[in-house]
């Protein structure tokens, strides 16, 4: 069954190779979204055909050396600290979920990132900064809602001159900071690999995923409007809308840590006394469609689980259904449990199948046994003689040792399995929920904490991996009594894979969080369940 699986498993992977070579990316059309504008650019770019040019309010960027001031609001949902230098957000935590995102700066006028702003005001769920340059006035004030994960920005320039002046107000998008990452904190090795930053555009969503290091690679300017800019990991998101059009953006590695997102604007006219007014958007929070779908501006493309619209699909339907399900049950714990079940039964004929196709296949190896046994003793001495013996008797009784057959079936089940891995991986309501002795599925189980640390598992006991090599141990063995072959090379390797993949398993699951672990515990013990009925001449119909 080993052999079949490994099988499945590459040509599985095979297709997926070729599907991602032949098969073009798709491409969303955005273009009938609407977002409301305070001021709308667009006319201006049409009416005087302006291109981009690299000059922005400042005419150099004003750099004051001056000491930092941090003031933080914090409300049910979000930790916002704000900084002078710049008037900028300079760092924001999920409360609720204890986590940090590594992106600051957005909505920031570029020459001014540097640029000492005091504080106007401030209260409970808002502060105004503000900062007087050259007869202009800039303003910027920040709303956090009280209640959800939303911070509104509107920035105001004021004009005080009588004279009408010429401004150009490039924006950043955002900036990663990956320095500011603990890269010593657990599963940071891992989670890294889900760091993306994501443009929606006209012409589609664009990523790039493993965002934990940069390179000059990666610079890019393009002609083309922004309606948002974001960044996800693997629970979490944050996306900066600007509700004015831009003429395009630039993507610019910083260093190895750092990298911004420029939206580049077009030059406008600011007349005496006339106040020009901007708004932003940002939502910082956990990575739910329910969430993000709301706001009607297709915050929800940014979340995607595979690159393939197969996998992806079936990853949505799959968090769909087990959202469903939470509903109803009112645990995640629970939800992923009868999610279990569902699947089983749901792909119970393929399984069945594939049983079944195993078994005839052992049957017709035990009728060929003693000839394929004479054959080996016949020509023990010339191996090549003998492989053509072997496929002579094959042939002669319509015999596939390595039958599709019994790997179609798990072939066939190999997208749900690719969808559950990411779904169980990446959902954010896992964080924080319990189940039974469980405290966190987003983390391993965690029974108890041992006295001391042991190679490579640490000081956790998390039985949940133990529980499911344990089940394998005894489903192999199940399997194993099926089988019938006199090479002794062969007996010796079933003895080893029975004491070895089980033991493989339950250390590739140890630090794996709870509720991946759950429902693949659930997914084996059902699956022993069968091989039991069948090795007792029960295949149930």
């Known amino acids: 069954m080993e052999k079949r699986f490994l099988l499945a498993t590459f040509i599985s992977i ?87 995102l590594p992106v600051r700066g957005m909505g920031t006028i570029i020459g001014f990132e540097k640029s000492d702003f005091m504080v106007e005001s401030s209260g409970k769920s808002s502060i105004i900064y503000k900062r007087d340059d050259d007869g202009l006035t800039i303003r910027r004030t920040y709303q956090i809602s009280p209640d959800n994960y939303n911070i509104n920005i509107i920035t ?176 995640w714990g629970a939800a992923i449990l009868l999610l279990g079940i569902i699947i089983y039964f749901i792909t119970y004929p393929l399984t069945l199948r594939s049983m079944i196709s195993m078994r005839e296949t052992q049957q017709k190896m035990k009728l060929l046994q003693p000839k394929i046994e004479n054959i080996r003793q016949k020509y023990r001495n010339n191996p090549q003689q003998m492989n053509v013996e072997m496929m002579e008797l094959y042939k002669k009784n319509k015999f596939n040792p390595i039958s599709l057959g019994g790997c179609l079936p798990m072939l066939l089940q190999m997208p749900i399995f690719f969808g559950l891995t990411q779904v169980l991986l990446r959902t954010a309501s896992f964080k924080g929920a319990d189940f039974l002795w469980i405290k966190d599925l987003s983390e391993p189980d965690r029974l108890f904490i041992l006295p001391i640390s042991l190679p490579f598992l640490g000081n956790e006991f998390n039985i949940l991996p133990i529980i499911t090599a344990i089940v394998m141990f005894f489903q192999q063995k199940l399997n194993s009594s099926t089988i019938v072959t006199t090479d002794p090379v062969q007996i010796q390797q079933q003895k080893m894979m029975l004491i070895i993949m089980p033991i493989i398993i339950c250390f590739a699951f140890y630090k794996f969080a709870s509720g991946w672990t759950l429902y693949f515990t659930v997914f084996y013990v059902l699956s022993a369940i069968t091989q039991f009925k069948m090795s007792k001449n029960q295949i149930p119909q």
């Not at 095979?14 to 305070?38: A, C, E, F, G, M």
């Not at 393009?222 to 979490?236: A, I, L, P």
């Not at 956990?286 to 690159?307: A, D, T």
Request: hydrophobic content about 35%; aromatic content about 12%.
């Open 14 to 100: 095979l297709i997926l190779i070729l599907w991602s070579v032949v098969v073009p990316r798709p491409t969303k059309d955005y273009s009938n979204l609407k977002y409301s504008q305070v001021y709308d650019n667009k006319s201006i770019i049409e009416k005087n055909n302006l291109s981009y040019q690299p000059t922005h309010l400042a005419s150099q960027p004003v750099v004051d050396i001056v000491e930092e001031h941090i003031e933080i609001i914090e409300t049910e949902k979000l930790t916002v600290e704000f900084s002078n230098i710049g008037g900028i957000i300079s760092k924001i935590n999920l409360k609720e979920y204890s986590a940090f």
């Open 156 to 331: 105001e320039i004021i004009n005080k001159t009588d004279m009408s002046k010429q401004i150009k107000l490039d924006t950043l998008g955002l900036l990663l900071d990956m320095s500011s990452m603990d890269i010593n904190k657990q599963h940071y090795a891992t989670d890294r690999g889900m760091f993306e930053y994501v443009l929606n555009t006209p012409s589609g969503i664009n990523r790039k995923n493993n965002a934990f290091k940069f390179t000059s690679y990666e610079k890019k300017e393009e002609k083309e409007d922004v309606s948002w800019v974001g960044f996800r990991d693997r629970y979490f998101c944050l996306i900066f809308k600007p509700e004015h059009k831009f003429l395009g953006y630039l993507i610019n590695p910083v260093n190895d840590k750092e990298l911004r997102i420029n939206l580049l604007s077009p030059e406008l006219n600011i007349s005496p006394g006339e106040i020009i007014v901007f708004k932003d958007l940002v939502f910082a929070g956990p990575e739910r469609v329910e969430l993000l779908k709301p706001y009607k501006s297709g915050f929800e493309y940014i979340k995607r689980y595979y690159r393939l619209t197969l996998l992806d699909a079936t990853a949505s339907i799959i968090y769909s259904s087990l959202s469903g399900i939470h509903k109803i049950v009112g645990n």
